[in-house]
């Protein structure tokens, strides 16, 4: 039975130029690669991202797969090196995603690295995707746009089944030619590492950059966000608080608590979990950043992005090796 819905637009010359539209002004756009359909937000805006974790009942924030239109654009927000360089020479536009160092410049909103300092990125070669990416003038943050636990969506209507009006537009240009994940490979350290394999092969990858490693192990370096101890500040983290100690910063949530701007911050005043989601990163860091002892952190309901937002704050509390 085919599926119809209100937000699917055909990827048409006037399709993707609101879809475009609709991502610069921080909405959510599923949209064909020659991989699966991506679900997209502007990688720079911390509450665009935060509604693809919410969109997709995601668990954790595991990091996301910046697209791009170029290897120009790409090179602004990551490291490139000479492997990078090599491989984006080789495979770009294509489905490859590179792991690099980030820039310090960059602009990305640290809520797509989940806290960490790489990026994965991509310049994806459908002609929507694009021609999306181009308009846009974006980086593009996209999972693929299915709920999370299911399986990648290869089609508009697979897209709608699972996402429904929980996406702004979804972008139908047809079955996806690919319709497997694109191949993962981080050159962010000495030796190449295949972190997915895909429709780009090991051989294809070693042709170009030589000798390609595996994860020493696959679970942990896959998903980074999934460690244990994941990004833990170098305070220690004391959660459910309802006020600091002496010598501690406060993570506040909600309007019980202020924010001066130093030692006590709130990530949402008004108690909205998406802001939360989005001000996460920043705002530990900033804490970090201060040198305190600890950080005493609010109570976080438990619902929603609450769900990724504890779960990030219970790894960060973590007992530490
Ligand atoms: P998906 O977009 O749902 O196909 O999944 C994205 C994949 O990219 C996951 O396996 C992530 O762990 C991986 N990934 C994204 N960003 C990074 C990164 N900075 N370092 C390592 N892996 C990443
Ligand atoms: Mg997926």
């Not at 406060?250 to 309007?255: E, R």
């Not at 950043?289 to 990724?308: D, F, H, K, M």
């Amino acid at each position: 039975m085919p599926i119809s819905s209100a937000n699917i637009r055909p990827a048409d010359d006037a399709g993707i130029a609101e879809a475009a539209a609709c991502l610069a002004a921080g909405g959510l756009v599923a949209f064909p690669t020659e991989t699966v359909y991506g679900l997209g937000a502007d990688a720079c805006s911390g509450d665009a991202v935060a509604r693809i974790f919410d969109a997709k009942d995601r668990p954790q924030f595991n990091p996301l797969i910046v697209h791009l239109a170029s290897t120009e654009a790409s090179a602004r927000q990551g490291a490139l090196g000479e492997k990078a360089i090599a491989l984006a020479a080789a495979f770009w536009p294509g489905p490859l995603t590179i792991v690099v160092a980030q820039r310090p410049d960059t602009t990305i909103t640290p809520l797509v690295s989940a806290g960490g300092d790489t990026l994965a990125l991509r310049v994806p070669g459908h002609p929507v995707a694009q021609a999306l990416l181009q308009q846009a003038g974006c980086p593009v943050a996209a999972p693929s746009a299915n709920r999370s636990g299911r399986i990648s969506p290869t089609t508009a209507a697979h897209v709608a089944e699972s996402l429904g009006d929980r996406v702004d537009i979804i972008l139908d240009g047809g079955a996806c030619p690919g319709g497997l994940e694109s191949t993962i490979i981080d050159v962010s350290g000495d030796t190449p590492v295949l972190l997915r394999s895909g429709l780009i092969g090991r051989e294809d990858l070693a042709a170009v950059v030589g000798d390609v490693g595996d994860p020493a192990d696959p679970g942990e370096i896959q998903a980074p966000g999934m460690l244990p101890s994941h990004y833990a500040p170098n305070a220690a983290v004391r959660l459910n608080a309802t006020e600091p100690h002496s010598g501690e910063a406060l993570l506040g949530f909600g309007p019980g608590f202020s924010d001066d701007g130093a030692m006590m911050r709130n990530l949402s005043p008004k108690g909205d979990l998406r802001e939360a989601a989005a001000n996460l990163f920043s705002v530990l860091h900033d804490l970090d950043r201060l040198s305190v002892v600890g950080i005493a952190v609010a109570p976080i309901p438990e619902t929603g992005l609450g769900v990724p937002i504890n779960d990030r704050l219970r790894r960060a509390a973590a007992p530490r090796d």
